[in-house]
Nanobody
């Protein structure tokens, strides 16, 4: 299974970016999809989750600013990021939890937010 993330870039604080993740397998078989953020020098941290029954979860640091969505027809996962802050800088990874396959990861896309 391959996940291809794209959409990263450089923006000023307060700006927006939309990340997308293309998944090579039918997402009908997924339990949940996630986006993780890895800031420079830090461990990877979960910033958004969406379960197969539509429940979302966000840490307080991004709640109200980030929104995860999924297109089951196109097999894509998106992360809309608004009101970006310099601390949102880092590499963003998408991942999928499969019912029968475990967890798959994308290669990451870089987001840089300048103040």
């Amino acid at each position: 299974v391959q996940l291809q993330a794209y959409g990263g870039g450089s923006v000023q604080a307060g700006g927006s970016l939309r990340l997308s993740c293309e998944v090579s397998r039918d997402m009908f078989y997924s339990d949940a999809v996630h986006w993780y953020h890895q800031a420079p020098g830090n461990q990877r941290a979960l910033v958004a989750s969406l379960t197969s029954d539509g429940r979302t979860n966000y840490p307080r640091s991004v709640e109200g600013r980030f929104r995860i969505s999924r297109d089951k027809i196109k097999n894509t996962v998106a992360l809309q990021m608004n009101n970006l802050k310099p601390e949102d800088t880092g590499v963003y990874y998408c991942s999928v939890d499969w019912r029968d396959y475990g967890q798959s990861w994308g290669q990451g896309t870089q987001v840089t937010v300048s103040s």
